[in-house]
């Protein structure tokens, strides 16, 4: 009974990875007893969204802890903080001066540049203003945005305009940007928490900060995690399984988040070279990386690329990769998957 409990799916969206085994379903198994297993499982809200964490530790893992750490996490780096460090560093006039911030946050910029200087830019923290222009910032606007004022936005639009000393945690502006990290926070989030969790002795692990999942050891019927995508044909009914005891895996699609103006409708995935939201037809991008932060804004980045691009990348840097896109002549969506990703999927069927 146990084991087909276990084996119930947990449905997410339509292309999102899938985590089977957990949540309300392993509460189960604990309340019913039948896993000799201390495995404890935690959900709540951060960062606009759902997180949940599941793990096996030596030292207690509280609801309490995980709030705190993720509390003082977007305390430095939320945009709809007003108060957050990285709010007050985006209000600051002080332009070409260095500026002291918390170590946290020029580590993950130290990792949002070195995605941007991989990416060519296509991963860009600088985007903010183009990102509140196309209103998927804190004000909502009712039109899409004139050329001119694309044009104007993205002259400050420019990982380069952004310097970082990681010796002294300091942090200079060369003109008046905006940083936007709601690209690499949640992975970094995550990133954080499995520290936490290791620090608690945590020997196995799954962590899920709105579909930005990282994972560790084994779930309580001692098998590695199983992550499954289903394959978006809209039947819902085959899908594809990762095995994995270790990484992360992190989605960027144009299925979540989209504005639409004058019935056509725009991403929250900016362009940041043009100014536009992303338009192709790739619905979503998930990358499987060892860390959630690198998985997460790798994700963003691809998605920007496109899928020929994307699948290049993927290809001449080995990393793991789904790519779902919408063919508008069979109205389908087709799942392709880099030459990594399928050795992955291999492995986990
Ligand atoms: P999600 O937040 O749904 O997981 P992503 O990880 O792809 O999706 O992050 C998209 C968010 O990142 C956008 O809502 C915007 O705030 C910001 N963003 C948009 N375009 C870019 C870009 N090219 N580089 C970095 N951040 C971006
Ligand atoms: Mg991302």
């Given at each position: 009974m146990c084991e087909s409990s276990l084996r119930k799916r947990v449905r997410q969206s339509l292309v999102k990875p899938i985590v089977q085994g957990i949540g309300s379903l392993l509460i189960v198994i604990l309340l019913h007893g039948c896993e000799a297993s201390f495995y404890k499982s935690l959900r709540g809200d951060t960062m606009g969204t759902y997180y949940r964490v599941i793990g096996q530790c030596r030292d207690s893992l509280t609801y309490q802890l995980l709030e705190s750490e993720l509390l003082s996490l977007t305390s430095v780096l939320s945009n709809y903080d007003v108060e957050s460090e990285i709010s007050v560093f985006n209000l600051s006039e002080n332009i070409g001066e260095w500026v002291p911030v918390p170590e946290t946050l020029v580590h993950v910029l130290a990792k949002a540049q070195t995605i941007s200087e991989q990416t060519n830019g296509a991963f860009d923290v600088t985007v903010a203003p183009l990102v509140e222009l196309w209103g998927f910032g804190v004000k909502e606007v009712s039109q899409p945005p004139s050329a001119e004022s694309i044009a104007r936005e993205l002259r400050r639009v420019n990982y380069r305009l952004l310097e970082l000393n990681e010796s002294d945690n300091t942090l200079r502006k060369l003109s008046n940007i905006k940083l936007d990290l709601s690209g690499?926070?949640?992975?970094?989030?995550?990133?954080?928490?499995?520290?936490?969790?290791?620090?608690?002795?945590?020997?196995?692990?799954?962590?899920?900060?709105?579909?930005?999942?990282?994972?560790?050891?084994?779930?309580?019927?001692?098998?590695?995690?199983?992550?499954?995508?289903?394959?978006?044909?809209?039947?819902?009914?085959?899908?594809?399984?990762?095995?994995?005891?270790?990484?992360?895996?992190?989605?960027?699609?144009?299925?979540?988040?989209?504005?639409?103006?004058?019935?056509?409708?725009?991403?929250?995935?900016?362009d940041p070279r043009s100014g536009y939201p992303t338009s192709h037809n790739l619905t979503a991008v998930t990358v499987y990386r060892s860390t959630a932060t690198e998985a997460d804004a790798l994700a963003t980045a691809l998605f920007v690329m496109g899928f020929d691009d994307a699948l290049e990348f993927a290809e001449s840097h080995d990393i793991a990769v789904a790519l779902t896109t919408w063919d508008a002549d069979s109205e389908k969506h087709n799942a392709s998957y880099s030459t990594a990703m399928r050795a992955l999927i291999k492995e986990g069927n």
């Open positions: 690499i926070g949640k992975g970094y989030g995550v990133d954080h928490i499995a520290e936490v969790l290791a620090d608690q002795r945590c020997s196995d692990f799954l962590i899920d900060i709105g579909g930005e999942i990282r994972v560790r050891g084994h779930n309580a019927l001692s098998h590695s995690w199983r992550i499954g995508f289903e394959v978006p044909d809209g039947t819902g009914q085959s899908e594809v399984f990762l095995r994995l005891s270790s990484g992360a895996l992190a989605t960027s699609g144009s299925y979540r988040n989209y504005r639409v103006f004058n019935e056509k409708s725009y991403t929250h995935v900016i």
